[in-house]
């Protein structure tokens, strides 16, 4: 069997030539172009809470 080979690629005919080269106008899919929103949940109620609590501990330790 053989391990090397001179020619990579087979030969194209002029149609799958063109037809591999032309151009492709884009688009964005439908339902992909807008974020999801992030519900509020009651965790990052409690973590908002929490890190206010330290940052006053903190500023009044003088």
């Given at each position: 069997m053989?391990?090397q080979?001179?020619?990579?690629?087979?030969?194209?005919?002029?149609?799958?030539?063109?037809?591999?080269?032309?151009?492709?106008?884009?688009?964005?899919?439908?339902?992909?172009?807008?974020?999801?929103?992030?519900?509020?949940?009651?965790?990052?109620?409690?973590?908002?809470?929490?890190?206010?609590?330290?940052?006053?501990?903190?500023?009044?330790?003088?």
């Open positions: 053989k391990k080979s001179n020619i990579l690629f087979s030969r194209l005919s002029s149609g799958s030539l063109a037809n591999l080269t032309a151009e492709v106008k884009e688009s964005l899919a439908s339902g992909m172009d807008l974020p999801r929103q992030k519900t509020f949940s009651v965790a990052d109620l409690w973590n908002i809470q929490r890190r206010k609590k330290g940052i006053a501990l903190r500023s009044f330790s003088f």
